[in-house]
């Protein structure tokens, strides 16, 4: 028999099934859980991030000590707190004086550093357990990439659908395709009926917690109130079964569309409690299929939200973990252009950024095209430091942990990574914008002007970014029309892009 066990489990693992949790002793062993400063000030994290993750913290704790286990819960205020993972594990160990130390794998590098150091500096044995509730683990990736010169995420989505046999016919995908992307591509119109994500309402635990948010953290980025996301399993659940009734059959069809007056249009708003571990991720997608052989969700649909679980999400941990530490450095155009305030202020002329950045202030949430082909396209475009943008994206999003954001940022937003990631970089001009979203309608800029005073800056900074970085792009076959219709311009078109951009640009300063 295993001496007594400290199990330290942390904001992003509030899952009964977790394997430290799975390999304690109920009763026996102690439950460590810590509110430090280092996890909510490493970046300034957006003030609803930090009050979901504490508050699901404290009523995970409690669920546990229902459940029969010793929970030594550590408060943000607490008297001697030291602030970080490090210093409230000693404080815990002498304690306790436990034998042994159980935890389950983080989601971030720099975390598992620390990890790795303690059996050493504390004199104990020091066990890091595998994160199962991932299809694939961190070894099967790096199986899966070896050998490979390119890590294409549709590849690998395959092979996460054999193996969960999620959306097969015996050995082949359902409906004989195994990506439905291009029917998902539908712009929104403002009189479709759209559901609201299910808003909950903060108990006592949660409104002591905004509280003490709105007490420490008052100078971080985004708004506190209101704050209605589920800080339970049973909160979450209801968002989930909100989701397949109400929005899940028009998911695929509009996913890519953006409406100034709908934030959320049908997409789940689920990846906070995913990626927190209030649900689990195969279950989820599960449920999805279920809807879909029932008959209540079309195919599309249903792929569409698999393929951005089980392919995508799953895809970027792997990346991540089998790139670091050096991923987050990486800047394959060389951009060191500062990040722009109206990233934090949303004060812009451009109504999409505006808007994009306005609602993620406000919700701490934007959907994946807001992310990718505005805030993110722009960046690109305008060669901003992509390390300066990976921590915005890092601060101002509630579902975002390095793991999931720094490969979704760096690789598929702004191309730092050189390719490996993406296929070529997800650069387009104001007509995508337009084509996709009413943002432009409401705009001081023209999208159908192309350079000069009052033309939509995504324009000419579209063609400036492709001529500046020709001598990184000009080989990529995905590009090659692109540059063919570049090189046919006449002269002085071309010189009235770089122009307009660099006008722009210059302002921005």
Not at 22 to 37: P, Y
Not at 129 to 148: I, K, N, P, Q, V
Not at 236 to 257: I, M, N, T, V, W
Request: glycine share 6%; aromatic share 12%.
């Amino acid at each position: 028999m295993q001496g007594k066990a400290l199990v330290l489990v942390l904001g992003d693992q509030v899952t009964p099934s977790l394997s430290s949790l799975a390999a304690a002793e109920r009763g026996r062993d102690v439950v460590l859980m810590v509110e430090v400063a280092e996890e909510a000030t490493y970046v300034r994290h957006h003030k609803k991030k930090i009050a979901f993750l504490f508050s699901a913290m404290r009523h995970f704790a409690e669920a546990l000590r229902q459940a029969g286990w010793k929970v030594d819960y550590v408060r943000l205020d607490d008297p001697g707190n030291r602030g970080s993972f490090t210093g409230e594990l000693e404080r815990a160990i002498t304690r306790h004086k436990p034998e042994r130390v159980l935890v389950t794998e983080p989601g971030e590098w720099r975390v598992r550093a620390a990890m790795e150091s303690w059996s050493e500096r504390f004199g104990l044995p020091v066990e890091i357990l595998e994160d199962d509730r991932f299809l694939c683990s961190r070894e099967a990736f790096a199986d899966w990439a070896e050998g490979r010169k390119q890590l294409r995420m549709e590849f690998f989505y395959r092979e996460m659908r054999r193996k969960s046999g999620l959306l097969m016919d015996g050995g082949e995908p359902e409906g004989g395709r195994w990506n439905f992307d291009a029917e998902n591509r539908k712009p929104a119109k403002t009189d479709l009926f759209m559901p609201k994500p299910v808003h909950s309402e903060p108990d006592e635990i949660t409104r002591e917690v905004l509280d003490l948010v709105a007490e420490r953290f008052p100078d971080h980025f985004g708004d506190l109130q209101p704050f209605w996301f589920a800080v339970t399993a049973e909160g979450a659940e209801a968002a989930l079964a909100h989701f397949l009734e109400e929005a899940l059959p028009s998911f695929g069809d509009y996913q890519d569309a953006m409406l100034s007056d709908e934030r959320f249009l049908y997409h789940s708003v689920l990846s906070l409690y995913i990626n927190a571990g209030l649900l689990d991720p195969l279950e989820v997608c599960r449920r999805v299929e279920a809807e879909y052989r029932a008959g209540r969700a079309p195919l599309n649909a249903a792929e569409g939200f698999i393929r951005q679980i089980i392919g995508w999400r799953e895809y970027v941990r792997g990346i991540y973990w089998l790139k670091m530490p050096d991923y987050v450095e990486q800047n394959f155009f060389e951009a060191v252009r500062p990040l722009p305030d109206f990233y934090w202020t949303a004060e812009t002329e451009m109504a999409c950024i505006r808007a994009a950045v306005t609602q993620t202030k406000e919700e701490a949430y934007a959907h994946h095209i807001q992310r990718l082909m505005v805030t993110g396209n722009f960046a690109l475009l305008a060669g901003i430091d992509p390390k300066a943008v990976h921590e915005w994206y890092l601060v101002v999003y509630a579902d975002a942990y390095e793991w999931v954001e720094a490969p979704n940022t760096l690789g598929m937003a702004l191309f730092a990574d050189g390719g490996l990631l993406g296929s070529k970089p997800y650069a387009a001009s104001g007509n995508y914008i337009n084509k996709m979203s009413d943002y432009c309608s409401g705009c001081a800029y023209d999208v159908k002007r192309k350079t000069g005073e009052g033309a939509c800056p995504f324009n000419p900074l579209y063609w400036d970014f492709l001529a500046r970085n020709e001598d990184k792009l000009r080989g990529n076959p995905r590009l090659a029309q692109i540059y063919r219709t570049w090189d046919r311009m006449a002269d002085d078109k071309r010189a009235d892009y770089r122009k307009s951009a660099a006008a722009f640009l210059d302002a921005l300063r």
